[in-house]
């Protein structure tokens, strides 16, 4: 089974300060690891994808198959980086869906 | 714009009362998904189509069931719902099973 950890609900920091979102999965075999974001009145929508190793809207997350985690990270957060964040996981069989974690709200003060 | 739009965005049925929602896209793609999402919780699953091949998740109720009439076009009927299905109802669609899912803006559930 595949399961996906998300263990903040909320994360609330300042303006410029660093952002981690956490997310560790369980899966027996090697997955390939997704952030979703959300903002307000807007669909969910891919972030990034771990086999893409690209920085979207100054946003990384690196594959830490020893730790099984996934987690996001951005050095300097913006005030519209504020939405819900999404991990998700697809395991590697052809037929393999998306499982999602429950969401962590990001929200940035000024 | 190529997109995927859900309908009504807004549902409000009866207890037991059978309801339809609706998804429908203009990106061409071969999947379809159906996720239900209630709150605080993460979307979860239903049921996908792969072209016309219905794939149905292990857990999902037999009280939901689902039907692609073409490409463009894919319904999610609930025959009997109960207090416990109000939820947010998400579809996505995708070129293939692997790539990125595209989804639509969701319906809102309420039974009373």
């Known amino acids: 089974a595949q399961r996906v950890t998300q263990p903040e609900k909320l994360l609330s920091v300042f303006k410029g300060a660093p952002v981690e979102l956490k997310c560790n999965y369980s899966y027996s075999g090697s997955p390939e690891l997704f952030w979703y974001v959300q903002y307000s009145r807007q669909r969910l929508q891919l972030l990034l994808r771990h086999i893409s190793r690209e920085s979207i809207k100054g946003f990384t997350a690196d594959l830490n198959k020893g730790e099984t985690s996934f987690h996001l990270k951005k050095p300097f957060a913006q005030e519209e980086d504020s939405a819900m964040y999404y991990c998700a996981l697809r395991g590697n069989s052809g037929y393999s869906t998306l499982t999602f974690g429950k969401g962590t709200m990001l929200l940035v003060s000024p | 714009d190529a997109m995927v739009i859900q309908n009504p965005r807004y549902q409000v049925t009866q207890f037991g009362k059978p309801v339809t929602l609706s998804c429908s896209q203009t990106l061409n793609h071969n999947v379809m998904y159906w996720y239900q999402q209630k709150s605080s919780q993460a979307p979860k699953l239903l049921f996908h189509?792969?072209?016309?091949?219905?794939?149905n998740e292990a857990d999902t109720p037999d009280n939901f069931q689902s039907r692609r009439p073409n490409t463009s076009f894919c319904f999610l009927d609930i025959r009997s719902p109960g207090l416990g299905d109000a939820a947010m109802y998400l579809c996505?669609?995708?070129?293939?099973?692997?790539?990125?899912?595209?989804f639509g803006p969701g319906t809102r559930l309420t039974v009373t």
């Open positions: 189509y792969y072209d016309k091949d219905f794939n």
């Open positions: 996505a669609t995708s070129r293939e099973r692997s790539y990125e899912q595209y």
